[in-house]
T-cell receptor, first 113, second 114 residues
Framework: AQSVTQPDIHITVSEGASLELRCNYS??????LFWYVQSPGQGLQLLLK??????LVQGIKGFEAEFKRSQSSFNLRKPSVHWSDAAEYFC???????????FGKGTRLSVIA | SAVISQKPSRDICQRGTSLTIQCQVD?????MFWYRQQPGQSLTLIAT?????????ESGFVIDKFPISRPNLTFSTLTVSNMSPEDSSIYLC???????????FGPGTRLTVT
C-alpha cells in the first residue's frame, strides 16, 4: 500500500532563509508525487508534481522539489522564504490507474521576521 | 484543469441531523473522491464515488454514515448522517480527469456540529 511520511510536523524559518520540507514515500511501482499547500481557511493548491523525466521539478511561487528514487524522497525546497509562504504543506503520492492520492500528515510552516 | 464547486461552503448543524454536500465539476471526469480533513489533520479518503453503482468506502467509513451518490459524470453528493461533534471537519470533493494523472480539489465544505 502507498504511504507518505512527512517527518516534520512544524518548521519555523526566518524570512529570506532557505527552506526544505521532507517527504518520504512508500510505493511498489513508480509513483506520481505531488506537493500541495493549504493556507489557513483556504483550499488545497497544487505547488508542483512529478510524473517522470527530470527529477528536479519546478513549481509555482518559486518552489522546487527533487525526486530521489534511491532515498524514496521528494523534498520540497525554496531558496528564500517569504512571509506569505506560511501555511500547511502536504506531500502526496498517487499512481496511474484511477487511484486516489494518499497524503502525508502535513508540515506546518511558520515564517518569522 | 477542472473547476469544482461545492455547496454549501460551510454550515453549522445540530447533532443528530444530516447534511448533504454537493460537488459539481465543469467537465466529465473519470473518478470522483470524497476526503475528510479533521481539524489540524491531513486529508483522509472517505470513499470513491462510482457513477451508476455503489461507492467504494475506505476502512473506517460506512455507507450508513456517509451515503454517496453519483448520478452522472459531473456531479456527486456526500451525506453526513446522524452527525456528532466528531464529524466537525472539512469535507473535500476531488476528481481525476480521463488522463488520470492529476487530481483536482474543490474548495471544501467546512462543517461544524454542535
Amino acid at each position: 500500500a502507498q504511504s507518505v511520511t512527512q517527518p516534520d510536523i512544524h518548521i519555523t524559518v526566518s524570512e529570506g532563509a532557505s527552506l526544505e520540507l521532507r517527504c518520504n514515500y512508500s510505493y511498489g511501482a513508480t509513483p506520481y508525487l505531488f506537493w500541495y499547500v493549504q493556507s489557513p481557511g483556504q483550499g488545497l493548491q497544487l505547488l508542483l508534481k512529478y510524473f517522470s523525466g527530470d527529477t528536479l521539478v519546478q513549481g509555482i511561487k518559486g518552489f522546487e522539489a527533487e525526486f530521489k528514487r534511491s532515498q524514496s524522497s521528494f523534498n520540497l525546497r525554496k531558496p528564500s522564504v517569504h512571509w506569505s509562504d506560511a501555511a500547511e504543506y502536504f506531500c502526496a503520492v498517487g499512481a496511474m490507474g484511477n487511484t486516489p492520492l494518499v497524503f502525508g500528515k502535513g508540515t506546518r510552516l511558520s515564517v518569522i521576521a | 484543469s477542472a473547476v469544482i464547486s461545492q455547496k454549501p461552503s460551510r454550515d453549522i448543524c445540530q447533532r443528530g441531523t444530516s447534511l448533504t454536500i454537493q460537488c459539481q465539476v465543469d467537465s466529465q471526469v473519470t473518478m470522483m473522491f470524497w476526503y475528510r480533513q479533521q481539524p489540524g489533520q491531513s486529508l483522509t479518503l472517505i470513499a470513491t464515488a462510482n457513477q451508476g453503482s455503489e461507492a467504494t468506502y475506505e476502512s473506517g467509513f460506512v455507507i450508513d454514515k456517509f451515503p454517496i451518490s453519483r448520478p452522472n459524470l459531473t456531479f456527486s453528493t456526500l451525506t453526513v448522517s446522524n452527525m456528532s461533534p466528531e464529524d466537525s471537519s472539512i469535507y473535500l470533493c476531488s476528481v481525476l480527469k480521463p488522463t488520470g494523472y492529476e487530481q483536482y480539489f474543490g474548495p471544501g465544505t467546512r462543517l461544524t456540529v454542535t
